[in-house]
């Protein structure tokens, strides 16, 4: 038990399909993180909330659509997407201001097809 | 010039071998810093902070030299699960942001 949960596990969905990933951290942290990562590729930050404040865009098209309704829970809304938006999909929990690690969730496999 | 960088490796050593790889960073204002192990499909999870004064966990010792800016990770007496993903993480810039280096990989063979 991670105390970062995330659904679906995996997801297949066509191109024009719109899907949500949900992410829910039971810790008590007050920042959440979306990071992507393609196979045998590193870790790419996608967003960061921090205090329910996203702080963060790195740059990430808009068919990626985030939402953090509050400190708890962290959506990932997705529409449009192509083949190469096929990866693994990382939530991750921290605590502001303590520079305390990451705890990250078991992650969403997205096949986009 | 990337925030945190990593051998790739592979490392491939036997079994009860010591093997031992470093990641530079580069904001000499970073706070905190950590290993990360991943495994092949999963998720990142933490293998120790990394402390000023070093530190050892097991078989696991890391350290952290802030003058040349690198920290760096000793596996002594490997073992065949030590195989996998060793991530370097850097508190780079403020408080929330976490920068992860691209990994170095450590296959153990019997």
């Known amino acids: 038990e991670t105390g970062v949960t995330q659904t679906p596990r995996h997801l297949v969905m066509g191109m024009t399909n719109k899907k949500s990933l949900k992410c829910e951290q039971h810790l008590g942290h007050n920042a959440m993180y979306w990071y992507k990562q393609s196979a045998k590729k590193p870790l790419e930050l996608m967003f960061v909330?921090?205090?329910?404040?996203?702080?963060e865009n790195n740059s990430v098209p808009s068919r990626f659509s985030p939402e953090c309704p509050n400190s708890s829970h962290l959506f990932l809304h997705l529409h449009t997407l192509q083949p190469e938006d096929s990866a693994l999909y990382l939530c991750?929990?921290?605590?502001?201001?303590?520079?305390?690690?990451?705890?990250f969730g078991q992650g969403t496999r997205l096949t986009v097809v | 010039r990337k925030e945190v960088e990593q051998d790739p490796g592979p490392f491939n050593v036997p079994e009860g071998a010591t093997v031992a790889f470093n990641c530079t960073y580069s904001?000499?204002?970073?706070?905190?810093f950590f290993w990360y192990r991943q495994d092949c499909r999963k998720e990142p999870k933490l293998l120790m902070s990394v402390y000023s004064s070093g530190n050892e966990d097991g078989r696991f010792t890391a350290q952290l030299n802030r003058a040349s800016q690198y920290i760096s990770l000793l596996i002594r007496d490997s073992k065949l699960s030590d195989s996998a993903t060793y991530l370097c993480v850097v508190n780079s810039q403020n408080d929330y942001k976490l920068s992860f280096g691209a990994g170095t990989t450590v296959t153990v063979r019997a």
């Open positions: 904001n000499s204002a970073s706070q905190s």
């Open positions: 909330y921090s205090l329910e404040e996203r702080v």
């Open positions: 991750a929990s921290s605590q502001v201001r303590g520079n305390t690690e990451a705890f």
